[in-house]
Every structure is written in structure tokens, then in C-alpha cells.
């Protein structure tokens, strides 16, 4: 992978200058290549990396499995791309194994997810059957430990 | 008949105590004192340790591998050195009686000297260089002499340097490529006519190269590659810097038979062996370890980059390092001593980086920062270095 990616990946907020810095290149050139990146799709988007658990008001998230019927035409992909556009739904995959779409999901309470896989997902044309599991700690996220390893405990100095 | 009894001090050995305290000890205590430093006077990596590593080392103490091992190391982690020298160096050590694993390089380093050095036996070092090589040569009973290393050779070791020290009782050049404090690192050619000189002059190499695996271009260079050197080489190599391993001590000797098995004699009665935990750790990380070398090896490349872009704008002039995770930029265009820069620095914002002089006298106009800590640290340390030399 470019390194520039791997440092956005590490932390999209850093200044051009400092990723022109690092990877010995001018700061036209590190924009140019994000607009490149961005105009080919290749770059989707900046978010921050959030610990739910330190949040007030998060979200309640669960992971769905979900079996589903592929069509003659399409395959998976058309009642896929149905199911990925509930703003409900933040992450989904296509899965090998004993069921075919991994969602994960997130609504304000319990029972609005609850809600939103019986009145909404269950009954789509095509979907077999739902199981569904609320996640109930962080870990960690997008390759990001919630709880940091322990504080730089090095010596000030050394030789 | 009256006695005049000792006190404990007189009891101290007279070679020892002629050596004086570490130059930079001052300097370590005032920095441990204060808080909130923004410290690039560290000389270890700033990465755990990679996890699978750490994982061998637990699961080791579970199934109670806690035991003694060979002296020389266990065979598992000889056979994979082996191997790794092979696979790195092109150089071929046999594992049976050829390859000793020790308790960090630093271990290696005393045992080295010891084996091969005579009361009064000099032996050849190049400065700016870690604070140890000096010490131990004199504990060891040997004449360190200092050979100097310049800016204007991006501070490698010329042959030019060496002929003016050698003399007829030198017997061990030492070298440290690539180079605490410097960065600096050898090129084919330097090798080569080291081991000219090594061979002119009937000498004995030890070439600590703990930080090879910390060579960003250029290519490495080891003096275990060179196939007329292997009698008279003793090559030292550890794991803290490559795996960032440092707590856990390992480290290992390459070198002959005859001069593993002498420094066998010492490591046998002084060590026993190394940590069996360290050890099976290191195995870990000689089989599995690549990829984590590789990404650390690209983060500290990326701050290097950084750190030389930044320093060189301020007006500190620093060459682009080609190994280890330091830089030495001159402030001299400061009027400043390294000595002075690096107080003032400290105590009026907060940021620690080594006199130079701390490294051999040489080291004098220089500082060494380590480049192995954040880079949202060394951003910050850098605005400040530019606060800072705004007031001068």
C-alpha cells in the first residue's frame, strides 16, 4: 500500500506539511495525490475513531447475520445494496461461511434495532432468516485499541 | 604494631576507579528530574513489543520453560541465528560452536573484549560512539584510542583516520555501523578497505551491528560478508533494536570456534545463559518477526524523513542518516556549545536531546536526537527547537 495511505490510515488529521515531511515529497504533491485518491474512489471518506463506551449518548450496535436468497440475475448484489442504504446500517460484508451478510448496526435503544430487524429487514423479498447480536464492550476498533497499552514508561534519557 | 585500616573506596579496584563517571550521568539526572520533557534522548524504540513476541515469551513461562538452557543457547534459537546470518549476511556461522547467545550486546561486548585483550593492548574505536566501548575497554584492561569521525564524511570511519592511531600494540579495531550517536553507516567500499586495514595491520575485528536492521537505503553492509575477515571478526548483534526488545536482553556473538569457545570460558561462569524466556522470544521473532521489522523499519524511516526536513529548515545543518534512529544536527551556527544548546533547551522548553560531547570529544557542536518517540512528540519538539532559536 502507498506509505501515504498508511498515515491517513494512522491518522487522517495530520498536516500536509508533516506527510510531505515524512515521506520526502512537496505539499502540492501529498495534495494531489488525496484529490486523486478521493476522485477514484479509492479514498471514501475521514472519520474519527470513536470508543463507544467513553461516549454519553452511544449507540446501542449490534452484528447480523443475515442468510439471503441470491437471484438469477444480480447474485447478491441488488438486495445487498437495498440493505446497505438504511442509514441504520454502518458497516455490511459479504461473508463466506454459513450465512451470507455480515451488517453492523446501530440505533439509539435496544429496541430500535430490535425494531429495525423485524419491521424492516426480516420481512425484505429474498432475506432467509436474521440472528442477531448486540455488542456489548469495545475492544477494539478499525485496528484502534480502546484502552491504550500502557503509558511510555521508558527512561527520559539513555544512551 | 598500628594499622590504618582501609576505607570501603580503598577497596575499589585502581583501573575502575580511574574511570570516571559517565560524562552525561549529570545531564541524565537533571532530565529524570523534571516533567513534562519532551525527550529525544532516548536510545531505545518506541514500540511494544510486537504482541506474538510477547505472547511466545507468556506462554513460555505457562509451560514452564523456565529452566536453564545451554550455555551456549538453546539449539533452536542457534539454528535460526544461523540461519538469519545466512539469509541476511550471506555468512555462514555453525550453530554447534559458532554462534553464542548473550544477555544483550552489551554482555557480548565485555565478553569479546576480555577473550582476546592482554593487559595494554590498545584498541581502536571511532568517536562520536555509544557511551560504553570506552569503559569496557578499560575494565577489560586495554588502551581505548579514539579514532574521530567527521561531518564532511557523513561521519564514517576513513582508513585515512585509523592509520594516523594504529600502532604495533593495537589489536582490535571496533566498529559500530550503522552508528549510535550518528546514524551514520558504511558503504561497500568502507567495509572493504576496513578489512584492507584490519588485515594490514594483523588485527581483530568486533563489529557491533545492532542496528542493521535499521538501514533505510543504501543497502547494508556487514563486516560478516566479507569472507577474509571471517578468522579475525567477532560480529555482535542483538534483538532490542530490530524487535524493540530491549528488556528483555538478548543479544548474540558470531565468530569462530576457537574465539566462541574462549568467550564461552567467561559467559559460562559470569551468565550461565541467557534469560530462557528472552530466548524463546527471540526465537519468535527470528521465525515469525519480518513483517514487524519491515513496518517499524517504514515508521522510523517516515520520522527520519521528518525530523532531517525540519531541523535542516531551522537552520540546523544535519546530513540525512542512512541508519539507527538518530540524527546529529551541528549548532554551531548557534554560537552555542552542544552542552549549552542542550541546557538551555531543556530548561527553558522542556526539550531533552544529548550533548554530543557526551559521545567523545568530537562529538563537540553536535547533539544527538532520537528520532524514536511519536510523531505528534517531535512535531512538538521541533516548534519548540524553533521557538527556541528564535530568542537566541
Known amino acids: 500500500m ?23 515529497v512537496t505539499e502540492h504533491d501529498i495534495r494531489a495525490r488525496i484529490a486523486a485518491y478521493q476522485a477514484e474512489g479509492v479514498i471514501r471518506g475521514f472519520q474519527a475513531v470513536l470508543n463507544p ?8 450496535r449490534a452484528v447480523i447475520e443475515l442468510r439471503i436468497r441470491p437471484e438469477r440475475e444480480g447474485g447478491f448484489d441488488r438486495i445487498a445494496s437495498r440493505i446497505s442504504r438504511f442509514p441504520q ?18 440505533g439509539q435503544s435496544l429496541q430500535e434495532v430490535a425494531n429495525f430487524v423485524s419491521a424492516r429487514l426480516a420481512p425484505l423479498e429474498g432475506v432467509l432468516s436474521t440472528a442477531t447480536h448486540f455488542m456489548l464492550k469495545t475492544y477494539k476498533d478499525q485496528g484502534v485499541l480502546m484502552e491504550s497499552e500502557p503509558h511510555d514508561d521508558r527512561l527520559q534519557v539513555c544512551p | 604494631m598500628t594499622t590504618v585500616s582501609k576505607s570501603a573506596r580503598d577497596f575499589i579496584a585502581p583501573h575502575l576507579r580511574d574511570i570516571p563517571k559517565s560524562g552525561i550521568r549529570d545531564f541524565f539526572d537533571i532530565v529524570a528530574s523534571r516533567k513534562d520533557v519532551i525527550s529525544l534522548g532516548i536510545g531505545e524504540p518506541d514500540f511494544q513489543t510486537p504482541w506474538h513476541i510477547r505472547e511466545k515469551a507468556i506462554a513460555s513461562i505457562e509451560n514452564g520453560a523456565t529452566r536453564y538452557t545451554s550455555n551456549l543457547g ?23 560452536s559458532e554462534i553464542l547467545v548473550t544477555v544483550g550486546v552489551s554482555e557480548a561486548f ?21 557511551v560504553a566501548y570506552a569503559p569496557l575497554i578499560r575494565m577489560a584492561h586495554g588502551v581505548p584510542v579514539a579514532v574521530d569521525t567527521f561531518r564532511k564524511d557523513n561521519f564514517r570511519l576513513t582508513v585515512a583516520e585509523l592509520e594516523k592511531r594504529v600502532t604495533p600494540r593495537t589489536r582490535v579495531l571496533l566498529l559500530n555501523f550503522p552508528n549510535n550517536p550518528t546514524g551514520a553507516t558504511l558503504d561497500k567500499e568502507d567495509t572493504e578497505a576496513l578489512a584492507d586495514f584490519a588485515l594490514r595491520h594483523d588485527l581483530l575485528v568486533i563489529s557491533d551491528e545492532v542496528y542493521s536492521e535499521l538501514t533505510y537505503e543504501g543497502g ?8 577474509r575477515l571471517r578468522d579475525r571478526l567477532i560480529f555482535l548483534n542483538g534483538f532490542s533494536k530490530a524487535w524493540s526488545m530491549t528488556g528483555f536482553r538478548l543479544g548474540y556473538v558470531c565468530a569462530p ?22 530466548q524463546t522470544a527471540g526465537l519468535e521473532a527470528l521465525r515469525q518477526g519480518e513483517p514487524d521489522v519491515v513496518a517499524m523499519r517504514e515508521s522510523y524511516n517516515q520520522r527520519r524523513n521528518f525530523i532531517v526536513a525540519s531541523l535542516n529548515e531551522l537552520g540546523l545543518d544535519c546530513f540525512m542518516p542512512r541508519g539507527a534512529f538518530y540524527v546529529f544536527p551541528s549548532v554551531q551556527s548557534t554560537g552555542l556549545t552542544s552542552h549549552e544548546f542542550a541546557m538551555r533547551l531543556l530548561n527553558e522548553y522542556n526539550v531533552a536531546c544529548v550533548p554530543g560531547t557526551a559521545f567523545g570529544a568530537c562529538g563537540a557542536g553536535f547533539l544527538r536526537c532520537a528520532y524514536a518517540t511519536g510523531i505528534d512528540p517531535l512535531k512538538e519538539a521541533i516548534d519548540r527547537i524553533g521557538q527556541f532559536l528564535r530568542t537566541l
Do not use: W
Not at chain 1, 463506551?53 to 446501542?60: G, I, M
Not at chain 2, 565485555?110 to 555509544?130: K, Q, T
Not at chain 2, 547494508?220 to 569472507?227: L, V, Y
Not at chain 2, 570456534?257 to 528472552?278: E, G, N, R, V, W
Open chain 2, 110 to 130: 565485555d565478553i569479546a573484549l576480555r577473550a582476546v585483550l592482554s593487559p595494554g593492548d590498545e584498541v581502536l574505536y571511532h568517536e562520536p560512539c555509544f
Open chain 1, 2 to 24: 502507498d506509505p501515504l495511505l498508511d498515515l491517513l490510515k494512522k491518522n487522517a488529521r495530520e498536516p500536509d506539511a508533516v506527510l510531505a515531511k515524512e515521506l520526502g
Open chain 1, 53 to 60: 463506551d467513553r461516549l454519553a449518548d452511544a449507540d446501542v
Open chain 1, 89 to 106: 446500517v454502518e458497516s455490511m460484508f459479504l461473508m463466506s461461511g454459513g450465512f451470507d451478510l455480515l451488517l453492523f448496526v446501530k
Open chain 2, 220 to 227: 547494508r553492509h556487514s563486516m560478516a560478508a566479507i569472507p
Open chain 2, 74 to 96: 538453546t539449539p533452536e534459537l542457534r539454528q535460526a541465528l544461523s540461519d538469519y546470518m545466512r539469509r541476511s549476511f550471506s555468512a555462514a556461522y555453525d550453530p554447534v
Open chain 2, 257 to 278: 570456534a576457537p574465539l566462541t569457545d574462549a568467550m564461552m570460558k567467561i559467559h559460562q561462569y559470569c551468565m550461565m545463559c541467557a534469560s530462557s524466556i528472552s
